[in-house]
């Protein structure tokens, strides 16, 4: 079993090249330099944190992300499970369920009322082996970041689902 710890870094020892694999394999674009930074900005202000399991020997082999909003509707702090992803020669040996845990345990920490799942594709199983229920995909607006705001021309588009 791997020991789950926080990452304080994208540059903490293997972190970077285990979520360089995750996005290779996912098949999404590599992130350039402002994206990096954008992202160990966000790690180091605390807006995303990253859980890592490292195995016997300092070797990471997944990680998992929590961001933590807040809902005036609920009046309550919220979590976002986001990037849960174990390298595929470790995969069935319980780190992705020590990951989702202790992402869990941490949004319990923080007081959030309920916890959102942004990495659910292929992992139904493990979700529903942790009592989370299946549900119907997310309404989503992706924004349109080279052009102008959605207040001024909608250039962005509807869809639903993360991916």
Known sequence: MSDICRATSIKD???????TQCIVESGFPMPDKEALDRLENAVRS?????????????RVVG???????FSAMSM??????????????HRGRGSAAALLF???????????????????????GLFGRAGWAESHAPLRYDIDL??????????GSWRTGWD
């Open 76 to 89: 309550s702090q919220y979590g976002v499970v986001g990037d849960l992803y174990v390298h595929p020669g």
């Open 146 to 155: 080279e052009g102008p705001p959605p207040s001024l021309s909608q250039t």
């Open 102 to 124: 202790a992402v869990m345990d941490a949004a319990h920490a923080d007081g959030c009322g309920y916890v959102l799942c942004h990495s659910a594709g292929g992992m139904e």
């Open 63 to 69: 990680v998992v992300s929590l961001t933590v909003g």
């Open 13 to 19: 020892p293997g972190f970077l090249q285990l979520l």
């Open 46 to 58: 605390d807006r995303v944190r990253y859980y890592m399991s490292i195995e016997e020997g300092g």
